[in-house]
């Protein structure tokens, strides 16, 4: 992580977007109180169920759908934005090329760092973001099949 990134850093934001399965979700989190100032989910459930599960093609095409919706309600925060995060993986690999593409894009549009997000591993570290870390720890992380 780059110094200007680091928790207690005055004034920034990173933008963070999930399309690693069938929810497009958008969040920015502070860098300076690690507070979240804004997250928003557009859930697919309803576009899947008459399926029985989850459509990888469909998905992708109401991720692209979902994700300018949701950045047009944060337009006005973009100018504070220091880094955009994404997750890569694992997933479902067409539905986590809408995300990529669209954090790439906007990384470079905003001249910011791009940071890539293991979906997994971003469970097991939001232990940490309101509480002190105990370590040594131990944590089981069980995930399904879908990669």
């Given at each position: ?14 933008l ?5 399965c ?9 860098i ?20 029985g ?15 300018p919706k949701?950045l047009?309600q944060?337009?006005p925060?973009?100018p ?13 690999s ?54």
């Amino acid at each position: 992580m780059s110094e200007n990134l680091q928790h207690g850093s005055a004034g920034g934001l990173i933008l963070g977007i999930e399309s690693s399965c069938d929810d497009s979700s958008v969040a920015l989190l502070d860098i300076e109180t690690l507070e979240l100032k804004f997250h928003k989910k557009i859930s697919q459930d309803a576009e899947h169920c008459a399926f029985g599960g989850v459509v990888p093609e469909l998905a992708a095409r109401l991720h692209t759908a979902a994700l300018p919706k949701i950045l047009e309600q944060i337009k006005p925060e973009l100018p504070r934005v220091k880094a955009v995060a994404v997750t890569n993986e694992p997933g479902l690999s067409v539905s986590l090329v809408g995300g990529v593409a669209m954090a790439k894009a906007l990384a470079s549009s905003l001249r910011v760092p791009l940071i890539a997000v293991n979906h997994l591993a971003g469970h097991v570290y939001s232990l940490f973001l309101s509480q002190e870390a105990r370590l040594p720890a131990g944590v089981l992380l069980v995930s399904g099949g879908h990669t």
